[in-house]
């Protein structure tokens, strides 16, 4: 019983900043959402981009920072070997599934844009717009889960109680920047 009651303590006093910050975290990207009220209106379509992209990426990432806690766990992957063959192979598998997922991700949404005709502003620009958030996103991601998962586990804490909060916020505050960053540009090239 004492175990579980030290286990249930140490979770609950390393996880609940992180889920404060968390809560914290996407009230800012709502925020930045709907800021965005310019580029949807010149670019139709992009939010249906959005939940899917934001999705997947949160989807993908924590997968990766599940992966790279039990790495830490069994002592696959640590702080003082940052980059070996376990690591990579994840690291490349979380890219390619998010450029495959994302990639059909939007022809299913324009798809759906079709059939129901809302109007969009095609295809070939949403997949660019797609792709390159998911670019964009993916590696910045891929580069702070490796380094909050390696860090924390250094410092003592358990990865899986800090790096998944954090990770899934940092998805979507970095999706919905990266959305607006990519369609801002392609407004400016489209017009």
């Known amino acids: 019983m004492k175990g579980y009651l030290g286990s249930f303590k140490r979770t609950v006093f390393e996880a609940t900043p992180f889920i404060i910050f968390t809560a914290l975290a996407e009230l800012a990207a709502g925020n930045i959402l709907v800021s965005m009220n310019r580029t949807l209106s010149f670019l139709p379509g992009i939010l249906f981009l959005l939940p899917g992209l934001m999705e997947s990426r949160g989807n993908i990432s924590t997968s990766l920072a599940q992966r790279l806690g039990s790495a830490i766990h069994l002592g696959l992957i640590s702080w003082e070997d940052k980059v070996n063959e ?20 939007v022809f299913l949404c324009y798809g759906f844009m079709f059939f129901f005709r809302i109007v969009n502003i095609g295809l070939f620009w949403l997949l660019i717009i797609s792709l390159a958030t ?32 954090i990770v899934a916020t940092i998805g979507d505050l970095l999706t919905v920047f990266y959305l607006i960053l990519v369609s801002s540009l392609t407004i400016n090239f489209l017009v």
């Open 134 to 165: 998911t670019i964009l996103s993916c590696l910045t991601q891929i580069f702070l889960t490796v380094t909050i998962s390696l860090y924390f586990s250094y410092k003592g804490f358990d990865p899986d109680n800090v790096t998944i909060p």
């Open 86 to 105: 376990e690591l990579r192979e994840n690291i490349y598998a979380t890219f390619f599934l998010s450029l495959m997922v994302n990639s059909v991700y």
